[in-house]
């Protein structure tokens, strides 16, 4: 069983990918950059970016066309606006919020073993779209998951996520939510263990770190 990530816009979701990264390999999933041998394929998408927006269209028309021919689950995640997400709705097997990343097996299970004998479910699915209620901020376990690295000398450290300003011209406290901030300690126990597995270079990430 393969899956394929592709997370779109800026570092934290990069970031972020790494942490859906490792749930889903916890269920035995192996990573792939090659799309067309992946079981799971999945978007880190961005609202804020309407260039981001416009690749995840064509990027999901391009694996619904696919499955005529074989059985795959498509999922999306990330920095969506509520009009993007209603759009989404259709187009993917099933669309879940950042703070929603432990519900991942639940959603899967909800689907079944993606085989080709095993999955109709999916086939058209936009009227059957399951999402689990979940936690309503990033401050119940999210930071807990330790991120599948994709570098080994290179990484990010979220020290914080969304923010409080609501600017006109920003999506973030909508994507994101309020302002959440990651306690000192845990950011410097992560940092540390970064450096002792030999880490070069760590990147401290935020939406908004002025607090």
């Known amino acids: ?31 792939t950059d090659n799309e067309e041998e992946a079981d799971l394929l999945g978007i880190v998408a961005c609202s804020v970016r309407q260039r981001a927006i416009d690749r995840v269209y064509g990027r999901i028309a391009k694996w619904n066309r696919w499955k005529n021919k074989r059985s795959l689950l498509t999922f999306v995640s990330g920095c969506i606006l509520e009009e ?58 999210f930071w807990d998951i330790k991120p599948r690295y994709n570098s080994s000398f290179e990484a990010f450290i979220p020290i914080q996520n969304g923010c409080d300003k609501f600017c006109t011209y920003c999506a973030v406290p909508y994507t994101r939510g309020r302002e959440v901030s990651r306690s000192s ?4 126990n992560e940092l540390e263990s970064l450096v002792e597995a030999g880490y070069k270079s760590i990147t401290l990430l935020g939406q908004n770190v002025n607090s």
């Open 185 to 188: 300690d845990e950011i410097i």
């Open 1 to 31: 069983m393969k899956y394929c990530l592709i997370p779109l816009g800026c570092q934290m979701n990069k970031s972020d990918s790494e942490r859906i990264s490792s749930v889903i390999e916890a269920m035995d999933y192996k990573y």
């Open 84 to 141: 993007d997400e209603k759009k989404f709705l259709k187009l993917f097997d099933f669309v879940f919020r950042m703070t929603d990343i432990n519900k991942i097996p639940e959603i899967i299970n909800h689907y079944g073993v993606v085989i080709p004998a095993a999955i109709d479910l999916q086939k058209n699915s936009s009227s059957d779209i399951f999402i689990p209620s979940g936690v309503d901020n990033f401050d119940e376990g």
